[in-house]
């Protein structure tokens, strides 16, 4: 086991024993049952803002989202739980600005095109938010494929 797996089941564990994760972006929560892998899309675009503290839903855990330009368009990304991205943090800190390669589910959001992300690309380093499935890579439930 990598370091870095290892480091990311030892969170998992930590945040399972706190019930961290019944926050609204597990797998079988009304959020994350939008994510329909028929919708998949990939885009390139800049970051033109971050959002670290977002709430999504009435009793969500906050969350962090980005407004992406695409050159044709706006897209906000959900990107995942703030608690999750700030484990990538040093590795891969969305700033305004940055030019990335995001793949993910599009939806309705509450009347806004959504992207609710599978994964990201900035540079070199790639942050896997969910399996093809849309399974959250932080739900242990339903286990986890780095």
Do not use: C
């Amino acid at each position: 086991m990598t370091r870095k797996n290892l480091l990311m089941s030892l969170l998992i564990t930590a945040f399972l024993a706190t019930g961290a994760l019944a926050d609204g972006w597990d797998f079988g929560s009304d959020y994350n049952r939008q994510y329909n892998p028929q919708s998949v899309q990939t885009l390139h675009g800049t970051i033109v803002k971050v959002e670290r503290n977002l709430v999504l839903e009435p009793g969500m855990a906050p969350g962090v989202a980005a407004l992406v330009d695409t050159g044709t368009e706006l897209v906000t990304v959900h990107v995942g739980p703030r608690w999750f991205t700030e484990f990538y943090r040093d590795q891969w800190q969305l700033e305004s600005g940055d030019l990335v390669d995001i793949t993910g589910s599009m939806v309705d959001f509450d009347g806004a095109k959504t992207m609710l992300l599978r994964s990201g690309k900035k540079g070199e380093m790639e942050m896997v938010i969910r399996q093809k499935d849309g399974a959250p890579v932080w739900d242990a439930q339903r286990g986890h494929q780095f």
